[in-house]
């Protein structure tokens, strides 16, 4: 008898206990008594009645992602393509999402792929490659609104892949390295030309520097012989110069000597020989040095017999 009183009270303490829950962060419990809903239990500490409450449904309130298979697709201009989709949504109404569907995530995946269809059927295969932001923004417009019934809210839809047929991914590889060669080409064409610009503006530039260079030679050199016919200008005058000096200087001398007019006469006639240098064919005597002249002749004949 002690036994069984000791095993009701451990039987009743089981149930007890199991009647306490505790529902985590991030979660939520769907509550059922007698198979109707009861209520959803938030975050904290919990008590259920025993035997006529149970836990229907334990929900995630996370965002979560869904990585769809890839799914066929047929573009405006009859290419079949296949493209995978992966959602990013969260469950906002714990009770719709236990109630409101009988499989969420199927349901989600079909609608994902019929959605899908019906956008890229409405575009052709060089939009369905570039307007990937479009189909996003569209799909996700549509899923939140079919999702929302369900207790679903859909953030982000992205198309992960988009995969052409076999030729058509060889057609858009022969066009790439067409393209690529093309670009190659005119940046080519682009290098050569700034080069040949380069080359004719520094060949201008070297023109330009060895005419400045010649002009400033020219001048240099010009300037030189300038200065030298001017120095030897000034030389000869000077030489000129101190010989009519240096005849001055002797005839003063000679009438400070007190020599007489005859021989004044005949230094005058020095002079003019000097002057003429033996280069003038014509000299002019004066009238009264003229009958000096003749007897000096005379004088130099005499003595040179």
């Known amino acids: 008898m002690p036994y069984l009183i000791i095993l009701f009270f451990v039987i009743i303490f089981i149930i007890l206990v199991s009647c306490i829950k505790i529902v985590p962060q991030a979660q939520a419990y769907v509550i059922e008594r007698l198979g109707a809903y009861q209520g959803t239990w938030s975050v904290g500490f919990h008590i259920k009645a025993p035997i006529f409450d149970r836990v229907a449904r334990k929900v995630n309130l996370k965002e979560q992602v869904a990585d769809f298979p890839p799914q066929p697709v047929i573009t405006k201009d009859n290419v079949t393509m296949r493209i995978d989709t992966v959602v990013f949504y969260q469950i906002t109404d714990p009770k719709l999402f236990t109630y409101g569907v009988e499989n969420p995530m199927m349901a989600i995946e079909n609608l994902t792929a019929t959605t899908l269809r019906n956008i890229i059927g409405d575009l052709e295969l060089d939009q369905t490659l570039t307007s990937r932001e479009t189909i996003n923004t569209k799909?996700?417009?549509?899923?939140?609104?079919?999702?929302?019934?369900?207790?679903?809210?859909?953030?982000?839809?992205?198309?992960?892949?988009?995969?052409?047929?076999?030729?058509?991914?060889?057609?858009?590889?022969?066009?790439?390295?067409?393209?690529?060669?093309?670009?190659?080409?005119?940046?080519?064409?682009?290098?050569?030309?700034?080069?040949s610009i380069l080359s004719a503006e520094g060949e201008k530039e070297s023109a330009i520097l060895r005419a400045q260079a010649d002009k400033e030679s020219a001048i240099l050199r010009a300037e030189a012989e300038k200065e030298k016919m001017i120095r030897e200008a000034e030389g000869q005058a000077e030489a000129i110069l101190k010989v009519q000096q240096a005849n001055a200087d002797g005839i003063r001398m000679l009438k400070e000597a007190g020599a007489d007019e005859a021989v004044l006469k005949m230094k005058s006639l020095e002079a003019f020989e000097k002057v003429a240098d033996g280069k003038a064919t014509t000299i002019l005597i004066p009238s009264e040095l003229q009958g000096i002249a003749s007897v000096a002749a005379a004088f130099k004949e005499t003595v040179s017999k």
């Open 139 to 195: 799909m996700r417009a549509a899923l939140d609104i079919a999702t929302d019934p369900w207790g679903i809210k859909v953030n982000r839809v992205e198309l992960k892949n988009i995969i052409p047929p076999a030729e058509i991914q060889n057609a858009m590889e022969k066009q790439m390295k067409a393209e690529r060669e093309r670009r190659e080409a005119v940046t080519r064409a682009e290098g050569e030309k700034k080069a």
